[in-house]
């Protein structure tokens, strides 16, 4: 098996261990957050397995939920109970009971645009879910525009969300 990472809780030390439950929803009351909270895998943007916990062999994704934490860390992590290939993500992402944190690879994470751009071609390579991409030589005005359509789609998502727990 290749090196795993797990995106996500800042400030973790090896030997750690990372549970079922300890997601961002914990730590804010966004909409989307209070809706897995109320409505579990059913929510919107909820996960299928709540009782495990999830890891990868692809740093860069890794890093994607590092930053979707707010400057979360990136951990190299070994699992603990049975490795269990996601039927949610891509080839390359796993579930499993607990993780151990081998070591702390990337810290606060905060994507940089290109590396935004290089994550969502990951995603659009492996068949994933992926909005408004950026192509490779934007501009500051196409990053504006980008960002713009971005906040757009995350309003109406959080709007979902409140309906939904309504």
């Known amino acids: 098996m290749s090196v795993l990472y797990h995106g996500g809780v800042p400030d973790l030390k090896p030997g750690d261990i990372i549970e079922p439950g300890h997601s961002r ?36 994704y890794a890093a994607e939920y590092a930053a979707i934490y707010g400057k ?29 944190i081998v070591r702390t690879v990337e810290k606060h994470v905060v994507l940089t645009p290109k590396r935004r751009r290089k994550i969502i071609r990951l995603m659009q390579r492996l068949g994933g879910p992926c909005l408004n991409p950026l192509p490779r030589n934007a501009t500051p005005e196409m ?11 995350m309003r109406h998502i959080m709007r979902e969300a409140e309906r939904s727990i309504k």
């Open 143 to 153: 990053i504006e525009r980008w960002a713009a359509r971005e906040y757009v789609d």
């Open 72 to 100: 979360g860390d990136v951990y190299q992590v070994r699992p603990i109970g049975d490795l269990i290939e996601s039927d949610e993500d891509f080839e390359g992402c796993y579930r499993c009971d607990r993780l151990q």
């Open 25 to 60: 929803d914990n730590y804010d009351d966004c909409p989307i957050c209070r809706a897995r909270r109320e409505k579990g895998a059913s929510a919107i943007e909820g996960t299928g397995h709540q009782e495990q916990v999830y890891c990868t062999t692809m740093r860069d």
